[in-house]
């Protein structure tokens, strides 16, 4: 018999602050887009740094090693090494992340401090997830993403350091070629190899697909590893070729993700279009556009359209793709502890219904006009449509959190 | 004694005499929902089989609609409790099968349409 191990899952309480806090994140992100100008949107201006990482270290990186606490022993087929470990990751995560962002904003000198604190949560992760890997008996191509993906955040992090102390005076580096390793790494190597691994399971699951190839999963994260490795090799060297060669991997790894995605889609048995298909939906969605700008970048070279790109990718897809998940992930948590023992014994909710539809259809729709309304002012150039988004954005981050507590507190549907 | 060798012993005792039909077996695990999709497991098709000896000990063979199924253990547990409650029961198995594999094929017409949308 198959045996998979469930006995490993963590509890909530565990697990639980990487979403509260995460959601906490999520609108001090948004909130800091208030004051933005176009000129803001650069990769070096202090305002857009603290953006960045307030919304992919404090929301994306805090909900991904959230949920992974909770999906290794389901993606790897193993119990953790030390789940345990994951008490001391939020903490220094969030600790880290507020310390970067207030070094860029007014004391550029806690930046190496900040930055160390990330390091040592993010090494901590690492390491977990590599020695609860050793366990692994035979790799499959979704347990080989999650490897591909750690190593990559293990590099990442090594760059973003070197940054963090170059950005302070500590070392004299070329600041671009780190910033471009440090980034493809990251937001390439880590965040897309992972969403792109995690989704090939939990997308069929949800969806109760079955008959499409993950051989598709293969090639997708194979053309993004490479790109990810020509990027960093080309930021050094200044090999031009190269560089373009490695965003045109990139862009076709994303393309061949979208077709087994769309096979996951058009086999799926389930075709009720709850909140998190729509969510994951408009992040597709999203993503196509953004790799759309992006071409069109590689064509004409017009900074607006790198920016659109990014913005798209990073806001559109990784926030939308996040969101959707956490509104199928926390209710399960929940009832996992709170519902679960009460099976047979007392009537018990459906995870359905631990989700309040209004404020989750809210999040969608006010973050989604947000982020077309700053696609707009990047791409005409205008202040107001920024502020317009961003107050979309508020509005749809605080229906978020509220979805969140309100995930969180369920306590009805019981009946004695 | 291992759950292999268990489930041929009983195989191989199962007689006319049995405690419980497989009929009578599947209205009792029907009483298990999954909470994700809202359906019972066996209008969902994802009991194969169950049978009863005249002891009262039950092998039943299920699968999940997907190996990376988070409530796996605790699906199996509510499968074994819900044959415990039966009366005179004795000890039940439940074996989690993945040949053939579960598809949407296998759920009954209401869930089939149900699930259509």
Redesign the interface.
Known sequence: ??Q?S??F?PPFKLIAPFFIIGSIFYLLSVLSLFGFHVDNFHHLDVKMLSFIHLFLLGFVMMIIFGAMA?LVP??L?VGHFAVELFYAIWPLLGIGTLMMVFGFLYLPTLLPYGGSVVLIAMMIFVFEIFLTMRKVQKFNVVMSSIFISNTFLFFGIIFGLAMALSYAGTLDLDLDALLRSHVYLVIGGYVTITLMGLST??L???G?S??FTKKLLNISISLMSSAVVLVVISSFYDMLFIKYTAYVLAIFSLLVYFYLVYQIYTTR?????DIYVKSMMLAYSFMLMSLVFGLLYLITSQESFLLVFGWLLVFGFFGFAITGHIYKIVP?LV??ER??PL??KKK?????DMLPKQSSHAQMTFTAIGVVLITLALLFNNDLLINAGASFLVFGAIAFIRTVIYMINYKKGTIA | MDNISKRKELQTSINEDALYTKEELFLAISTVIDPEVGFNLVEMGLIYDAVCDEGGNVQVTMTLSTKACPMHQMIQQWVKESVERMKDIQEVIVEVVWEPEWNITMANEHVKKALGG
């Open positions: 018999m198959f998979i469930q006995d899952a909770q389901v993606v087929e399971v939990l069929p699951m949800f109760l079955h008959g048995a389930r075709k009720e279009n399960f009832w996992f519902f679960s099976v047979g018990v909710p459906m995870l359905a």
